[in-house]
C-alpha cells in the first residue's frame, strides 16, 4: 500500500535578458548531482512497481517466483502475451466490488467533510482572531500528535454501545446510535485523523490573503460573506486542492482506521488488500487491488497538478 | 505556486527517506552479525554466568556461535521471549549470542517465508536461523527447514508425538494452547456443553455472543473451523490437515450456511479484529460468551482485565481446535548446533515452567515433568491431546471464502 506523491512539473523558466549561456561543464555536474535522488527512486520505488505490476498480469516466473510458489492461487501468462484472469477473478469478486465502492464513497465523503470543517475553523480564526478562534485551531491540530492507532482504538471506545457517547444519551433518555463498527465511524476517524493538517494549510492560505483587499472590498459595499466569496476563495484555491486531494489519496489507502474501527463487511480496500496478502496467502490478487488504488490515486494526483499548472498560469498572467 | 511545489518534493523526499531507512533497517536486523538487535552483548554475559545460572545449565557443549532467531504474534509472546527466557538462557549458555528479530502480529510474517525461500532458491545463507511459530510452521510446510534428530535435541523424546508428527519433525513444538469457550458466569449459568448447544444459545440470546474474524486471529478462526469440521468426514478432515486439498472444500456449504446464519444474532452483525477486540467486548459486558485463546484469557484474568466472574469451559462434539507453536531451524542455517542447543534448553523442565507461568502457554512436554507449582496450573484441562486445525493454505481458503460468504 505504498502512496506515491506526485510533485508538480516546476514551470518552464522563462529566458530573461541577464541570462547568459552556461558552459557544459556544469551542466554534467548538475546532472551528476541530480542523479542520487533519481536513481534512488527508480531502484527502490520504479522497478519494484513495474515488477508488482508486472505480476497482475501474469508474470509469475522471475523475480516473482518467490511469491508465487508460497500463493495458494496465482493466474500464470502463458507465453508472452498478458493475462487479465487475475483482474477478471478480482472484479468478479462480490466483496471486492462492494469494498471499493465503500472506499470511494468514504473518501468522498471524507474530503468534503474535512474541507468545510478546515473552512469553517481557519476562516472563523481569519475574520475574528479571537479567542474562539485560537482555541478552534489549536483543538484542530491536536490529533496530528496523536499516533494513528491511539487515536483509532479512543475512537472505537468511545463510539462503543457502552461507550460515553451513549451512556450520555442514555442519562438523558435519548438512544444515541452506536458509530462503533459501522461506516460512519470511519468517517468520522478519518475525517479526526486528516483535520489537522487540512486547517494549517487553509489557514496558512488565509492568512496570505492581504487585509487591503478584504478592506477595499469591504470599503466598496461587499458583505462579510461576499468579501469571502469573491475575494478570499479564489485566493485559497490551491490549498484547498492541495487539502482535497491529500486527503483524498491517504484516506483512499488507510488501513489502521477501518480495521480498528470499521465494519467486518464491506470495508475498505486497505483491510481487503492486507487480508488477501497475508492471511487469504493470495499476493497476486493484492496486487491487482494495490494497482486499482495505484490508478485510483493517480487520478486524484492528475487533478493536483492540474490545479497547480492553473494556478502558476494564474499569477503569471496577474504578475 | 512556487510553496507547493516545494513541500510537494519535500513530501516525496521524507517519504523516500523513509522508504530506504525501513529497508536498510530491515536487512541489517536481519543479517545475523548485527548488534542494534542482539539481545546479549557477549562482553558481560561470561560475568553473569561466573555469578551462577539460576534457571538450569546449558544443554549443549556446542562452540561458541551467534544466531539470529525470528519469533511473532502477539505482546505476550514477545515479553516471554524479551522478558523471561533470553535472558535466562544468556545465563545458562553465555557462548551464544542470539540476534532476536520479533514481528509483532505476525504482519511480516509472509515476507519473512519470502526471504528464507529466496535464500534457499540462490544458495545464500538465510537471514533467519531459527523460526517460531508462523514463520517455522510456513517454513515446514514449504519444506524450507532441517529436520531434527534426536542427536541434535535429545529432549524430542519428551514431546506429545502427534504434535511432532504434524511436520514430520522438521518443525518442533515447545508450547502450545487451545481455544475455550469464554463467558460470564453472572449471565450465563449452565454455559453450553456441545457444539449444537453453543450454537442454539447464540440464536436464543441475539447480541450476546461474536468472534473475531478469522483473518484476524485464531480463536475466531477455531470457532469458524469447528462449525465447518462438524460437517466434514473424519478421514477428509485429516486430509485438510495434513495438505491442500481444495477439491474437498465443497463440504464446508452447509457449514458455511449455519454461520450465515448465525450473523443476526452476532453482536452488532460485527465481527471485530483481532483475538483481543473481542476479550475486550467481553470485558466491557458488551458480549456474555465469546471463544477465546486459553493463555489470553488466562493472562487477562491474571491482570484483572476480566473480572473473577470469566469463566472458560471447553465444548464437545467437535471440540475447539488447539495446537502447539513451532520452532524450526531453517534449512541452509550455519548456525544450526547453536540452534539446536537452543530448542534443547526449551524443552528442559524449568523453562516450559516459566512458559506456563509468564503466558498461561501449555507446556510440550508432559504436566508430570513440570516443577511441582506449575504441575496443577489448567486444573485438569487437557493440555496435550488438543484437536489440531486445518493446514495453512486450507486455512486462507477457509477466511476467504467466510469473508465472501458470512458477514454482511
Known sequence: MSVSVLTAPAPTPTPGPTRRPRPVGSRWSMLVMASPPVLLVIVFVGVPIVIGIAYTFGYTGGLNSVATSLSVSVHSAVGWGPTFDAYRSVFADSRFRGDLGVTLWVTAITVAVTVVLAWAVALHARLTGGRLGRVLSGVAVIPLFIPIVIGAYAIRKFYLNTGFLVSVGKQLGVTLPAWSYHTSGIVIGETWASLPFAVLLISSGLSAVPDALIDAARDAGASRARAVWSVMLPMTTVPTVIVATFTGVSVMGSFTIPYLIGPTAPTMLGVTLQQTYAAYQRPQNAQVMAVVLFALAAGIGALYIWANARASRSTAVAA | ?408
Open chain 2, 1 to 408: 505556486m512556487r510553496s507547493s511545489t516545494v513541500l510537494a518534493v519535500a513530501v516525496a523526499a521524507s517519504l523516500l527517506t523513509v522508504s530506504a531507512c525501513s529497508s536498510t533497517s530491515t536487512a541489517s536486523s536481519a543479517s545475523p552479525g548485527s548488534s542494534s538487535a542482539a539481545v546479549s552483548a557477549g562482553s558481560s554475559s561470561a560475568a553473569v554466568s561466573a555469578a551462577g545460572a539460576p534457571m538450569s545449565g546449558c544443554p549443549s557443549s556446542a562452540a561458541a556461535d551467534t544466531f539470529t532467531f525470528s519469533s511473532d504474534g502477539d505482546v505476550n509472546v514477545q515479553n516471554l521471549w524479551q522478558q523471561t527466557l533470553l535472558p535466562a538462557f544468556k545465563k545458562a549458555c553465555p557462548q551464544f549470542t542470539v540476534n532476536f528479530v520479533f514481528d509483532i502480529h505476525s504482519a511480516n510474517a509472509n515476507l519473512n517465508v519470502s526471504k528464507i525461500a529466496a535464500a534457499d532458491k540462490v544458495g545464500q545463507a538465510p537471514p533467519i536461523d531459527v523460526a517460531d511459530d508462523s514463520v517455522a510452521e510456513a517454513a515446514a510446510q514449504a519444506g524450507l527447514t532441517q529436520k531434527i534428530t534426536a542427536a541434535q535435541v535429545p529432549a524430542i523424546s519428551e514431546v506429545n508425538p502427534a504434535a511432532l508428527a504434524r511436520f514430520d519433525s522438521a518443525a518442533l513444538p515447545y508450547r502450545g494452547s487451545s481455544v475455550l469457550l469464554a463467558y460470564d458466569s453472572t449471565k450465563v449459568a449452565n454455559p453450553p456443553k456441545t457444539l449444537k448447544d453453543l450454537l442454539a444459545w447464540i440464536i436464543a440470546n441475539p447480541g450476546q455472543f461474536t468472534y473475531n474474524d478469522p483473518s484476524s486471529g485464531g480463536s475466531g478462526g477455531s470457532f469458524v473451523e469447528t462449525v465447518l469440521d462438524s460437517y466434514v468426514s473424519a478421514a477428509d478432515l485429516t486430509k485438510m490437515q495434513s495438505g491442500y486439498t481444495p477439491a474437498l472444500e465443497s463440504q464446508w456449504a452447509q457449514g458455511f450456511t449455519t454461520l450465515k446464519g448465525l450473523t443476526p444474532s452476532i453482536y452488532q452483525k460485527v465481527y471485530p479484529n483481532g483475538n483481543q477486540a473481542v476479550l475486550d467486548l467481553l470485558g466491557k459486558g458488551e458480549i456474555s460468551m465469546a471463544p477465546v485463546w486459553s493463555d489470553q484469557f488466562l493472562a487477562a484474568k491474571g491482570q484483572g482485565q476480566l473480572g473473577a466472574e470469566y469463566k472458560v469451559t471447553q465444548i464437545a462434539d467437535p471440540s475447539f481446535t488447539g495446537g502447539a507453536a513451532y520452532l524450526a531451524i531453517i534449512k541452509g542455517s550455519k548456525h544450526a548446533a547453536a540452534g539446536a542447543a537452543f530448542i534443547q534448553w526449551l524443552l528442559q523442565p524449568q523453562q516450559q515452567g516459566e512458559i506456563v507461568k509468564s503466558i498461561a502457554g501449555f507446556p510440550a512436554i508432559s504436566m508430570t515433568k513440570l516443577p511441582t507449582a506449575e504441575q496443577t496450573a489448567f486444573g485438569g484441562v487437557d493440555v496435550q491431546n488438543l484437536r489440531p486445525g486445518v493446514s495453512s493454505k486450507m486455512g486462507a481458503d477457509m477466511q476467504s471464502q467466510w469473508a465472501a460468504k458470512v458477514p454482511g
